[in-house]
């Protein structure tokens, strides 16, 4: 399997499987002399395992992250810090049950990869969907991290990445009650308090039916300078659209108005620009803080679409690997909102785009 890769400044790499011993991810072309330790990265994972809540998979993973290389620290320094050679990531896999998936075996699930990956390399991990799985995503969440550190040394901290669950099934956030404060108060990290308890009512509903819902995920990155990304086929917003895409269960991205900018007209469309204190002000932020493929300096801001979860209890008609017509029930255990646990994910691969960016920015322009 090829393509398991992102990145050409700063690259990762994830390996491993859901129901395997571990999985992990190795960066590539992070600077050296920026303090790294587990705690740091940590925080982010603890946001995206499993088990936080009732609305999320029930599966128990402390997700404890260990730095293999890549590090160096002695009395010299003041914190364990990057050398510039390769980092090695690994997330230890301690709760997974196999069997759950052995009455599947034979079957394909409708909504997963498990036609597709037999169709391409006529053998797979039926244990959780192996490298479909969204456990994959963790080690994502992990070199996230890392990216985030990159940003802060090659920019000097003045890039936030903030992101929230707008809309859960057809029910969307009121813009009105928008603030960024609540996300950490509530579990569907949410900046609309009360569309976050309108959420919980549903999401419990479904959950005890056995069905799910699907969400869209807002991630704004703040504070990027002009000039990240480059014309033509190294556009930031192409790569953020990839990199989106790349999550488990996305079906749709868009940057700024995105979709809607479709029934606008020139005149609603344009992002008009004044002076103000010396510098460029934007009247508004149609284009998502990127114009030509090259950012804006004004937030960031990309959208994502998260189906439903595929693993329901509800039977559904599908096939054997023999071609046989049968139906299917997927038991274990899984997220009815997949979503919930993508938002950790969707600021990960902001950060991993922009730190790619930055790098590429510097090597070229100084």
Known sequence: MSFNSFGRMFRFTTWGESHGPALGVVIDGCPPGIVLRPEDIQTALDKRKPGTSKFVTQRKEPDEVKILSGVFEDERTDGPRTTGTPISLMIENTDQRSKDYSDIRDKY???????????????????????????????????????????????????????????????????????????????FWCADAKAAERWAEKLDEARKNGSSYGAVIEVVASGVPAGLGAPVYGKLDADLASAMMSINAVKGVEIGAGMEAAALTGEENADEIRMKDGAPQFLSNKAGGILGGVSSGQDIVARFAVKPTSSILTPRKTITTKGEETTVQTKGRHDPCVGIRGVPVGAAMMALVLADHALLHRAQCG
């Open 109 to 187: 699930r409708p909504g997963h990869a498990d036609f597709t990956y037999d169709a391409k390399y006529g053998f797979r991990d039926y244990r959780g969907g192996g490298r479909s799985s969204a456990r994959e995503t963790a080690a994502r969440v992990a070199a996230g991290a890392v990216a985030e550190k990159v940003l802060a040394h090659v920019l000097g901290g003045a890039v936030w990445i903030r992101a929230s669950m707008v809309q859960m099934g057809p029910d969307k956030i009121d813009r009105a009650n928008f603030d960024w404060m609540e996300i950490e108060k509530n579990p």
